[in-house]
């Protein structure tokens, strides 16, 4: 009998033990890939487990360039997912709308497959001003917090009644035009502005980020230019009702910290952090600061 009694625990044992197995080889890996429309996929980066931080690239990169963010980010006790925005990086490259309006469609589109609730979404630069559209456009829908990193908003052109933008409309169309000519010169161009200075990044990051920049469509890059240059979000500022962190540097030389100074006074409740040592690339350039701060804010 006790020998019956202990070859019958054993076999539990191992029934237990095949079946949790089986269970960890055949959990379903996540989707690289969300489809937002017929032939329209997205390439998502998505790590980690617990509460959800969505990521939005800025202009002319990809998910990829989060990639000093992950690691904290997973190790803090987060989910990540990097969003690619159609026309950039791995996502698909159609013909078709790259307004404000389109990108923010895609984003409700993935956290609605993905089925993400109570996310802090975050942008950089273009992905900035995209990630305070979809957070006005659709009443925060999955998200409880926005964070914006340099972002080109509300207004990235000067208009006669809005100042704290560098640059004109005249300016931005010739970018357009040298993105039409000459490619390699505007990412040049872009790339003089990104940084604070030239020793502010090592040459294998700077090439790093070349080499992402140059995966992005020809056609996304002008269409998306174009959007920066004629999109005004002034009226989505008073409709931001949830906790809004703003991380800006002041010597950004792409978007003005002035921008984010008026973003602060008119979005309610806002937090405005001003980083002293870097460009536009506050997330590489401060990494540390940048990565401590938005955990900070991640955990309010």
């Given amino acids: 009998m006790k020998l019956k009694s202990m070859l019958s625990t054993a076999v539990l044992l191992t029934t237990v033990f095949i079946t949790s197995v089986n269970a960890q080889n055949t959990t379903k890996a996540r989707a690289e890939y969300i489809e937002v429309e017929p032939n329209v996929r997205l390439h998502v980066t998505d790590l980690g487990e617990g509460k959800t931080v969505v990521l939005i690239h800025g202009y002319p990169v990809s998910d990829a360039s989060w990639e000093y963010q992950y690691h904290p980010l997973i190790e803090a006790g987060y989910r990540v997912i990097g969003i690619t925005l159609r026309g950039f990086g791995q996502s698909d490259k159609p013909y078709g709308k790259y307004d404000y309006d389109q990108f923010a469609a895609d984003i409700k589109t993935v956290l609605d497959k993905l089925d993400v609730k109570d996310a802090t979404l975050g942008g950089h630069s273009m992905g900035g001003a995209i990630a305070l559209h979809y957070v006005a456009k659709y009443n925060a829908a999955h998200v409880s917090k926005l964070a914006l990193f340099a972002a080109a908003a509300p207004v990235h052109t000067k208009r006669p009644d809005f100042p704290y933008p560098?640059?004109?409309?005249?300016?931005?169309?010739?970018?357009v035009e040298l993105n039409n000519t000459d490619r390699p010169a505007l990412l040049n161009k872009i790339g003089e502005r990104f940084v604070l200075s030239a020793t502010s990044v090592s040459p294998g990051i700077g090439a790093w980020l070349g080499s992402i920049e140059m995966q992005s469509s020809p056609y996304a890059m002008e269409q998306a230019l174009i959007a920066l240059r004629d999109e005004d979000l002034r009226g989505d500022l008073p409709k931001i009702k949830i906790p809004t962190l703003i991380l800006h540097a002041k010597q950004d030389r792409i978007v003005s910290y002035e921008l984010a100074e008026q973003m602060h006074k008119a979005i309610a409740g806002s937090q405005l952090i001003p980083f002293e040592k870097s460009g536009h690339a506050l997330?590489?350039?401060?990494?540390?600061?940048?990565n401590a701060e938005f955990i900070k804010f991640l955990k309010q």
Avoid: L, M, N, V
Wanted: proline share 0%.
């Fill in 166 to 175: 560098f640059f004109t409309k005249e300016d931005i169309t010739k970018w």
């Fill in 283 to 290: 997330f590489i350039e401060e990494k540390d600061k940048f």
